[in-house]
C-alpha cells in the first residue's frame, strides 16, 4: 500500500528564510505527487505537482525516485506563506493519499 | 464558475442519531471524492465515485458510513448511528480524472460535524 510521511508538524521561520517541507512516500509504482495547501479559512486547493516541474508562488518540488522523497521548497519565505501544506499521492485513477500535514509559520 | 459546494457547513448532533451531508461538485466533473479531516489524524480517503462505475468505498471506516451520487453529480454522505469519534471536517472534492498526474481535485468547503 502506498504512504506519505511529512515528519514535521510545525516548520517556523522568519521571513526572507529558505524553506523546506519534507515530504517521503513509499509506492513501488510510478508516483503521481501533489503539494496541497490550505490558508486560513480558505479551502484546500493544489499547489503544484510533479509532472509540470513548475514554480508557483515561488514553490518547487523535485521527485528524487532515489531518496522517494518529493520535498518542497521556496529560497525566501514570506509571511503569506504561512499555512498548512499537504503532500499527497495519487496511483492511478484512484483517490489521493495524503499525508499528515505540516504548519509552516513565517514570522516577521 | 462555481466551486464545489457543501451543506450543511455545521452540524451538532448527538450520541445515536443519523446525518446526512451533501456535496455539489463542479459541474461536468466525472469523480467525485469523500474525504475526512480530523485533528490528530489528517486528511483520510473515505470513498471516490468515477462516472457508472462501481465506487471505490475501500476507505469507509465501518458499515455505518454510506455514500451514494445520484444522476453522476450531486452526492450525500449518511453516516448512522453517529458515534463522538465521527467529529470531524468532512471533504468534498471533484475533479475531471485526468491520467498521468494532470488530474486536479477542487475542494469544496467542509461540513463541520460535532458529536456530543
Known amino acids: 500500500a502506498q504512504r506519505v510521511t511529512q515528519p514535521e508538524k510545525l516548520l517556523s521561520v522568519f521571513k526572507g528564510a529558505p524553506v523546506e517541507l519534507k515530504c517521503n512516500y513509499s509506492?513501488?509504482?510510478?508516483?503521481?505527487l501533489f503539494w496541497y495547501v490550505q490558508y486560513s479559512r480558505q479551502r484546500l486547493q493544489l499547489l503544484l505537482r510533479?509532472?509540470s516541474r513548475e514554480s508557483i508562488k515561488g514553490f518547487t518540488a523535485d521527485l528524487n525516485k532515489g531518496e522517494t522523497s518529493f520535498h518542497l521548497k521556496k529560497p525566501f519565505a514570506q509571511e503569506e506563506d504561512s499555512a498548512m501544506y499537504y503532500c499527497?499521492?495519487?496511483?492511478?485513477?484512484?483517490?489521493?493519499?495524503f499525508g499528515s500535514g505540516t504548519r509552516l509559520q513565517v514570522q516577521p | 464558475g462555481a466551486g464545489v459546494s457543501q451543506s450543511p457547513s455545521n452540524k451538532v448532533t448527538e450520541k445515536g442519531k443519523d446525518v446526512e451531508l451533501r456535496c455539489d461538485p463542479i459541474?461536468?466533473?466525472?469523480?467525485l471524492y469523500w474525504y475526512r479531516q480530523s485533528l490528530g489524524q489528517g486528511l483520510e480517503f473515505l470513498i471516490y465515485?468515477?462516472?457508472?462505475?462501481?465506487?471505490?468505498k475501500s476507505g469507509l471506516p465501518s458499515d455505518r458510513f454510506s455514500a451514494e451520487r445520484t444522476g453522476g453529480s450531486v452526492s450525500t454522505l449518511t453516516i448512522q448511528r453517529t458515534q463522538q469519534e465521527d467529529s470531524a471536517v468532512y471533504l468534498c472534492?471533484?475533479?475531471?480524472?485526468?491520467?498521468?498526474?494532470?488530474?486536479?481535485?477542487?475542494f469544496g468547503p467542509g461540513t463541520r460535524l460535532t458529536v456530543l
Open positions: 465515485f468515477q462516472g457508472n462505475s462501481a465506487p471505490d
Open positions: 499527497a499521492l495519487r496511483r492511478g485513477r484512484r483517490a489521493l493519499t
Open positions: 472534492a471533484s475533479s475531471l480524472d485526468l491520467a498521468g498526474g494532470l488530474d486536479t481535485q477542487y
Open positions: 459541474s461536468g466533473h466525472t469523480a
Open positions: 510533479h509532472i
Open positions: 509506492y513501488s509504482g510510478s508516483p503521481e
